[in-house]
């Protein structure tokens, strides 16, 4: 069992609370990807597991064994940083090899264990080359391989796509999808990158000002964010957020802003009646705001006129950048759209998939 779990860990450096209470149990054999903007903390739980700072509060163990003061060495993982940190004298094989070397390990087992993992990443031709002989993306191959050897109990992961560019970035998204499941070992993965998170993890757990604010698998974070951060966080483009209040007119809950009113589907209204007078935050992701003429067959909708103020083709699909009075909002549409800059149209607002967030605190209201 390679599970690892947070009890209650702080890292306080002075005044400034980098990780704030985290409690969070990464299963045996998961892909958990720690995510959220620069600042949150996330590096600072991957390097709090790794031993590379100490905690200042709490518990951390790895299969059940707490670590808090275990060397990095002795806890049995292996990291990859976003840096390759290669010794650029050694050939590939000996970058890789250098750390079972340290460890006094028979020859013939390192050299089993580095042929395996050359394998595996599909660097086996480039074994006698030197790190500069290679490029991005091949180094991190080999940074990737020099934890392989480890075969650790669980890797650790920090940023490792962030030197690469976009093409290869993508590329090696898969390759370490694919890496995980072969290993079959606990993996551990930081990222700002919120489309590396959802199309990497097992789970997601979203962080921001060091508070660990929710953990879910991808799909369920996209679909039922708990807070306003995490529902603006996750997804791209962004969710539309609107400033509403809620009123009712006969047996409809209305929410009204400044320059649109919509009415909520009959299947919502209980959860919103006691909202009723008060100002909430409406989200709508923009894939859920349609031109009328190619809106899908029996959803919920809600007309809203806004003007055009900026169209993206993206061949498969059209981004719209609408303006109804103050409220900004992009809509995300069927590719045969005709809409140009400058026209006053009309949008269906999916109300199936509406969210509603309390605004001072910033939960969903379902």
Do not use: W
Not at 25 to 46: H, I, M, N, R, Y
Not at 62 to 70: G, K, L, M, Y
């Amino acid at each position: 069992m390679a599970n690892v779990t947070y009890e209650n860990v702080y890292k306080r450096f002075d005044e400034v609370v980098a990780v704030n209470n985290l409690n969070l149990e990464v299963k045996d054999k998961e892909f958990l990807v720690l995510v959220g903007p620069s600042g949150c903390g996330k590096s600072t739980a991957l390097r709090l597991l790794a031993g590379l700072e100490e905690i200042s509060e709490g518990t951390l163990k790895i299969s059940d064994r707490v670590v808090n003061d275990v060397a990095p060495k002795d806890r049995d993982i292996a990291m990859v940083f976003q840096s390759y940190a290669l010794y650029p004298h050694m050939s590939v094989y000996d970058n890789m090899a250098f750390g079972l070397k340290l460890r006094k390990y028979p020859k013939d087992q390192i050299e089993e264990r580095v042929q395996k993992a050359a394998d595996i990443l599909g660097i086996t031709t480039l074994l006698d080359r030197k790190p500069r002989q290679l490029s991005g993306g091949q180094r991190q191959r080999v940074a990737l391989g020099r934890a392989i050897v480890r075969e650790p109990q669980v890797f650790l992961l920090d940023e490792p796509l962030s030197n690469l560019d976009a093409k290869l970035r993508v590329q090696t998204r898969a390759e370490i999808t694919k890496l995980h499941q072969k290993l079959e070992t606990t993996f551990i993965y930081v990222t700002h990158d919120q489309v590396e998170a959802m199309t990497m993890a097992s789970r997601i757990a979203v962080m921001n000002y060091g508070v660990l604010m929710q953990v879910d698998s991808p799909q369920n974070l996209y679909d039922s964010p708990n807070n306003l951060f995490v529902a603006g966080f996750i997804g791209s483009p962004a969710m539309n957020f609107f400033n509403a209040d809620i009123a009712q007119e006969g047996d409809d809950i209305v929410l009204k802003t400044n320059s649109f009113s919509v009415k909520v589907p009959e299947n919502r209204r209980g959860a919103l009646k006691p909202y009723v007078g008060k100002s909430v935050v409406f989200g709508l992701r923009p894939e859920d705001i349609h031109d009328p003429n190619f809106a899908p067959p029996r959803i919920v909708s809600q007309i809203v006129e806004a003007e055009v103020d900026l169209t993206e083709l993206m061949g498969n699909e059209i981004f719209l950048f609408l303006k109804s009075g103050d409220n900004e909002f992009v809509a995300r549409v069927d590719p045969r759209t005709s809409y140009k800059m400058g026209d006053k149209v009309k949008m269906a607002f999916n109300m199936d998939n509406m969210h509603v967030f309390d605004k001072e605190t910033e939960q969903v209201i379902k």
